[in-house]
């Protein structure tokens, strides 16, 4: 059994910074793409940023230049830099990864969500 485990969300006004982790637990053979994606109300969930095991990234249009994805292959682990939050930024933000429980079975998994209000 896999589990992402998200941290790191809260409350922080505009023009504030946070970050956000997600550990992936389980017996995992290796962890291909993770990503971040966000969600606000009554909106589809969008992709905000992903990275490769090999540390390739690639951002959603509406954050480049103020949110940073980095990855601890060690830790499996990834994080979220968010610097300049606006209101906008306001959504349940979801931790996804590709993972191999066995060479070449891949799977796909998500966390549970952690909440980031941006107030204005």
């Known amino acids: 059994q896999v589990q992402l485990v998200e941290s790191g969300g809260g409350l922080v006004q505009a023009g504030g910074s946070l970050r956000l982790s997600c550990a992936a637990l389980?017996?995992?053979?290796?962890?291909?793409?993770m990503s971040w994606y966000r969600q606000a109300p009554g909106m589809q969930r969008e992709l905000v940023a992903s990275?490769?095991?090999?540390?390739?990234?690639n951002y959603a249009d509406s954050v480049k230049g103020r949110f940073t994805i980095s990855r601890d292959n060690a830790k499996k682990t990834i994080y979220l830099q968010m610097n300049s939050l606006k209101p906008e930024d306001t959504a349940l933000y979801y931790c996804?990864?590709?993972?191999?429980?066995?060479?070449?079975?891949?799977?796909?998994?998500w966390g549970q969500g952690t909440q980031v209000t941006v107030s204005s």
């Open positions: 389980g017996s995992i053979f290796s962890i291909n793409r």
């Open positions: 996804h990864a590709f993972v191999e429980l066995r060479r070449a079975n891949e799977y796909s998994y």
């Open positions: 990275i490769t095991s090999g540390g390739s990234t």
